[in-house]
């Protein structure tokens, strides 16, 4: 990792534009399409590069938001966010139409901005930030509300996450300290204090009876999941007979689920320069045509500004 090199700072941008479409009052375009999640996207973008000026950002897209290889892994993963199932490909997500009509409009201005936009075949943005804070080579800013990144902190490698749970404004700074004092494990760890734990919104069904203390208990005493589950099967280990029994009866659970926690790390995506922030719109023109259809005068502006530093 080379500070020198600059920072990069890489974009839960459904996390963001969810957010946006919820957390702030209808915006009308002047045709009267509600362009609030447009806005607040712009706005975040220009809060998060005033204050920690990154010099390379990418905008981290959902390509597939429940990748088919997920479910079948784990078929009840994000199940409850479906709305149609289609056989020929990705199953389509509850998204509000006030807020769908809205991501080509986020899209065509981050283009005319020249802010990298990035997503792989067959998986979610979560991948796509895992690959790419892989080996950086500079410090990496995560932006999510999204707790399943916080496997990706590491203070070595100048990765760490700003939680937006609380609002972009109130984030929080995310380093391998903040994770064992919240959770009681290693950044390390947090995948298979994930995978133990459950969690509901995604899914996540978690060994029975075990939740967030019992997870961090037993991770801390045996270090992974794998140790965890090779200690249950094994009559001569200490595992106490409660815990050990609930191991055991999540088996199946257990074999699939750390796949769908993890996220990927290795995917073929772009680096280096073709992640650069540019320091003014790489389409002026295309930007004010945009500026002008959907009133986007003050937030535009503003991150015009911040981005010519």
């Known amino acids: 990792m080379n500070s020198d090199a600059g920072r990069l700072m890489l974009l839960d941008t459904a996390s963001m534009y969810f957010r946006a479409f919820f957390g702030a009052p209808e915006a009308p375009a002047p045709d009267g399409t509600n362009v609030n999640a447009v806005r607040g996207m712009l706005s975040y973008i220009s809060q998060l590069v005033d204050q920690y000026r990154p010099t390379h950002l990418v905008c981290c897209w959902d390509e597939d938001w429940r990748p088919g290889w997920r479910v079948e892994l784990l078929p009840t993963y994000k199940a409850h ?10 199953d389509v997500e509850e998204v509000p139409d006030p807020l769908e009509a809205q991501l080509p409009i986020i899209l065509d201005v981050l283009a005319a901005y020249g802010i990298a936009v990035v997503g792989a075949p067959e998986h979610e943005a979560d991948d796509v930030i895992g690959t790419l804070a892989t080996d950086a080579g500079m410090p990496v800013d995560v932006v999510t509300g999204d707790r399943d990144l916080f496997q990706l902190v590491d203070d070595d490698a100048g990765v760490r996450v700003l939680y937006i749970g609380k609002g972009v404004g109130r984030h929080e700074r995310v380093d391998e300290s903040w994770v064992l004092e919240k959770y009681g494990v290693a950044a390390r760890q947090y995948a298979d204090f994930a995978t133990l734990r459950g969690d509901p919104s995604d899914g ?4 029975k009876g075990v939740g967030e203390k019992t997870a961090a208990t037993l991770l801390q005493r045996f270090g992974d999941l ?3 589950v090779a200690a249950a099967g094994d009559p001569a280990s200490d595992l106490a007979p409660g815990p050990r029994g609930k191991i055991k009866e999540a088996a199946d659970y257990l074999l699939v689920a750390p796949k769908v926690v993890a996220v990927v790390r290795d995917l073929d995506l772009p680096r280096g320069d073709a992640l650069a922030l540019p320091s003014a719109p790489a389409d002026p023109d295309a930007l004010d045509a945009l500026v002008e259809r959907w009133g986007l005068g ?3 502006e503003r991150l015009t500004k911040v981005l010519a530093g």
């Open 81 to 90: 966010r479906v709305v149609e199932a289609v056989p020929a490909g990705p």
């Open 204 to 207: 996540l069904p978690g060994v």
């Open 226 to 228: 794998p140790s965890l």
């Open 298 to 300: 003050s937030p535009a």
